[in-house]
């Protein structure tokens, strides 16, 4: 059956993804979300969990902090990670959907488990719903919502589906703005070992403040000089304002994507943190993006990895065509096959499996957690 949210749903999912994307660093992004997200869908214990689902181990943070205050809480439930429903859908599957416990067990069912007799029973819990973020294999890293009752909706299912995509963006802004205070904290890194800048912008998106670093790659990447102006240059100012704009309307959201720019020595990364009054721009030059990484990722051939290569560093048809010495037709033709292996239907899906294959990190990934509280 085909839902469809209230409008009221979407000015909530729009004020929480506004506040989702503002500057913040990880710490606080994790206690953040698992606070601020029964705004949207009610839970009464929120957790942000990692799960060794082959070393049967697990850390995690809650919200209320205490809420699931059970004596040998960890050793129980690592006990019964391997009959947990979602854990286990999700650790042999890889999908990473909104999923509640009643989509694979009825009450009685669900009542006669160990995991329900040992833990849940005794918290007061009777249903949860849980969605999962990019992670290694053999690890499930997700959010968790519990209650009592009643049972979670499929408007529920629809708003974290539609909220999912944006926690893996926001996250990476938060690891991205974590790196930079650590650069310029009691013992910065020399620009030889950091290639990373940040600009801070006005409401005009006018230039504030810029780190050290920033005329150096703005000149190499834009062929943008300075201090004549405090203005961006335009690529950067008409993404800046568009990505913006995704959070501007009523409808539903589209997410946030990062900007990435080509040069033959490597690739300007831009991601945005947006607040009231100003707006954080970070940049970070990486090593380009090879293309045997990306054929054997996703086993396309040299040219299919090359053309889509060029789609992440936002190259047209035409654009493409004339750096490979061929049609925009032929261009379109490799593309086609390329959205078929990926699985995706747009340029923009296409270009963020390829900037995955550069990650290559867990995301988000739950480092300097401690085992407080249990999933």
């Not at 990373?196 to 005009?204: C, E, G, K, M, N």
Request: charged fraction near 25%; proline fraction near 6%.
């Amino acid at each position: 059956m085909a839902v469809s949210l209230a409008g009221n749903d979407v000015a909530l999912l729009l004020t929480f993804l506004r506040d989702l994307y503002a500057i913040r660093d990880l710490r606080s992004f994790r206690s953040h979300v698992i606070s601020r997200i029964s705004v949207l869908v009610h839970s009464d214990v929120t957790s942000y969990n990692e799960v060794n689902w082959d070393k049967q181990q697990h850390s995690s943070v809650s919200h209320p902090s205490g809420a699931l205050d059970l004596r040998d809480r960890h050793r129980i439930f690592d006990e019964h990670i391997r009959e947990h429903p979602l854990i286990r859908h999700y650790a042999r599957t890889g999908d990473r959907q909104a999923f509640k416990i009643s989509d694979f067990l009825g009450p009685s069912e669900f009542h006669r488990s160990g995991v329900y007799a040992n833990f849940y029973r005794p918290l007061g819990i009777e249903h949860q719903m849980a969605f999962v973020f990019p992670a290694p294999k053999s690890q499930v890293i997700g959010v968790a919502l519990n209650r009592s009752s009643p049972d979670f909706t499929e408007r529920d299912r629809l708003l974290l589906n539609l909220l999912r995509p944006h926690l893996i963006q926001a996250y990476r802004n938060a690891e991205a703005a974590t790196l930079m205070l650590q650069q310029i904290g009691p013992v910065p890194s020399t620009p030889e070992e950091s290639g990373r800048a940040a600009i801070l912008l006005d409401r005009r998106k006018q230039i504030l403040l810029m780190s050290e670093r920033t005329p150096e790659l703005l000149a190499k990447y834009f062929s943008y000089g300075f201090p004549e102006r405090d203005c961006l240059p335009e690529i950067l100012d008409t993404w800046i304002r568009h990505e913006e704009g995704k959070l501007a309307g009523t409808g539903t959201p589209a997410v946030r994507n990062s900007l990435a720019v080509c040069h033959d020595e490597g690739e300007l990364v831009a991601r945005l943190l947006s607040g009231s009054e100003c707006s954080l721009l970070l940049l970070e030059e990486q090593a380009p993006i090879m293309e045997p990484s990306i054929s054997s990722r996703f086993g396309l051939t040299p040219r299919e990895a090359e053309v889509v290569r060029w789609v992440a560093c936002g190259k047209t048809n035409a654009d493409i065509a004339n750096i490979l010495a061929t049609s925009p037709r032929t261009v379109q033709k490799h593309l086609e096959r390329v959205f078929q292996k990926l699985g995706v239907e747009t340029r923009t899906a296409a270009a963020a499996c390829v900037l995955e294959v550069r990650r290559c990190i867990p995301l988000p990934s739950m480092r300097g957690l401690t085992r407080e509280d249990a999933a």
